[in-house]
């Protein structure tokens, strides 16, 4: 059974940090592209960051860059999500999701709450 499971979310103070993590199981977790999007109320899922299957390329929206870090540990199948200066636009339900050609698999999500 594919899994994956989002954990490290929480509330925070603007300006603190959180990390958040993706573990998975069930595929072969090193040869997926994994990456993070978020939803906040009312708004539309947002793509936040990507980290590429083999050569560990990464991509960040440009509301999150130079705040966020997305990294992966393949032997612990787990992929990583450290914030940094959060701020209240930053609230949001963040999934995981695992990508490899048409397959696609989805956390259930974690939410993270940013307060003034």
């Known amino acids: 059974e594919v899994q994956l499971v989002e954990s490290g979310g929480g509330l925070v103070q603007a300006g603190g940090s959180l990390r958040l993590s993706c573990a998975a199981s069930?595929?072969?977790?090193?040869?997926?592209?994994i990456g993070w999007f978020r939803q906040a109320p009312g708004k539309e899922r947002e793509g936040v960051s990507y980290?590429?299957?083999?050569?560990?390329?990464?991509d960040y929206a440009d509301s999150v860059k130079g705040r966020f870090t997305i990294s992966r540990d393949n032997a612990k199948n787990t992929v990583y999500l450290q914030m940094t200066s959060l701020k209240p636009e930053d609230t949001a339900v963040y999934y995981c999701?695992?990508?490899?050609?048409?397959?696609?698999?989805w956390g259930q999500g974690t939410q993270v709450t940013v307060s003034s």
């Open positions: 999701y695992a990508n490899l050609f048409l397959y696609v698999y």
């Open positions: 980290i590429s299957s083999s050569d560990g390329i990464t």
């Open positions: 069930g595929f072969t977790f090193d040869h997926y592209a």
